[in-house]
């Protein structure tokens, strides 16, 4: 009973704040200053992780390389590539 009694209000809540929400008028500054937020926000890490990455590049030393004589795992293959594998061995 109390989960019905939590969904109702729930639900009920959120009815009246679409209501609210529907009936709220703002500017039109703020629509385009909204937008131009969003457009920051959602390409944040291309503009400034662009600009971390190429100093971090510079500063750090490079990584080191695979040798050839190291070997590789084939734990990742499926069985018929697997089988490949030993056939043509």
Known sequence: MRVWLAC??????LAEFFDWVKELSLPLPIYI???A???VAS???QIIGSYFSNMTAEILPESP???SSTPI???M???GEEVQKSQQE
């Open 33 to 35: 200053l909204g937008g």
């Open 77 to 79: 293959l499926t069985p």
């Open 8 to 13: 109702f209000f729930v639900l009920f809540a």
């Open 43 to 45: 390409n944040y890490d």
């Open 65 to 67: 390389k695979l040798d």
């Open 37 to 39: 937020f969003l457009a």
């Open 73 to 75: 795992s084939l734990s």
